[in-house]
T-cell receptor, first 113, second 112 residues
Framework: KAGVTQTPRYLIKTRGQQVTLSCSPI?????VSWYQQTPGQGLQFLFE???????NKGNFPGRFSGRQFSNSRSEMNVSTLELGDSALYLC????????????FGSGTRLTVV | GENVEQHPSTLSVQEGDSAVIKCTYS??????FPWYKQELGKRPQLIID?????GEKKDQRIAVTLNKTAKHFSLHITETQPEDSAVYFC???????????FGTGTSLTVIP
């Protein structure tokens, strides 16, 4: 079966712009989580969605937001981009959340210039 | 919240030797501990996991041990091969909200 699909794979944006990233989970998976990966900070949790509801949120500013659609696809938005937002953004899906190992997508590499 | 610490940050071993990566966690409510392998430019992939009601789990050349009292868990790779070279991440979760807390990663290099 198809894995977790993230689009686009690469993005270059200018400071102050906004960006939207997309994640399509594995078919049948209803939980989608987002992580920011940077060399210095490792994998940091952004938020998790289940059945179109945000269940949990990490310690990121309000510029980072997300949503989930009825087909479980999820989008993440970052407004007013800063240089420090440059990172690999990973999404992961799991059947229902809870203690299941995630399946990660390949990520979107965002570069802010 | 949970805090996961991982050591060492880099590890080099000769092919055929064993490698051990250690993680500690702070939240006694954490009950699920997966390990992920991330090759350069690729997605993290789950390689093994352990739940708090189990002390050890093995899958071919890899094993994970958990000490709940001391709040630490370790990844053991035996008979290492060059294809084991990657960054390994440990994680901990208490299950609620499907939030995982990750260690900062260990870059393992297996020297042929």
């Amino acid at each position: 079966k198809a894995g977790v699909t993230q689009t686009p794979r690469y993005l270059i944006k200018t400071r102050g712009q906004q960006v939207t990233l997309s994640c399509s989970p594995i078919s049948g998976h209803r939980s989608v989580s987002w992580y920011q990966q940077t060399p210095g900070q490792g994998l940091q949790f952004l938020f998790e969605y289940f059945s179109e509801t945000q269940r949990n949120k990490g310690n990121f500013p309000g510029r980072f937001s997300g949503r989930q659609f009825s087909n479980s696809r999820s989008e993440m938005n970052v407004s007013t981009l800063e240089l420090g937002d440059s990172a690999l953004y990973l999404c992961a899906s799991s059947p229902t959340g809870g203690n299941y190992g995630y399946t990660f997508g390949s990520g979107t590499r965002l570069t802010v210039v | 919240g949970e805090n996961v610490e991982q050591h060492p940050s880099t590890l080099s071993v000769q092919e055929g030797d064993s490698a051990v990566i250690k993680c500690t966690y702070s939240d006694s409510a954490s009950n699920y501990f997966p390990w992920y392998k991330q090759e350069l430019g690729k997605r993290p992939q789950l390689i093994i996991d352990i739940r708090s009601n189990v002390g050890e789990k093995k899958d071919q050349r890899i094993a994970v041990t958990l000490n709940k009292t001391a709040k630490h868990f370790s990844l053991h790779i035996t008979e290492t091969q060059p294809e084991d070279s990657a960054v390994y991440f440990c994680a901990a979760s208490s299950g609620g909200g499907n939030q995982f807390y990750f260690g900062t990663g260990t870059s393992l290099t297996v020297i042929p």
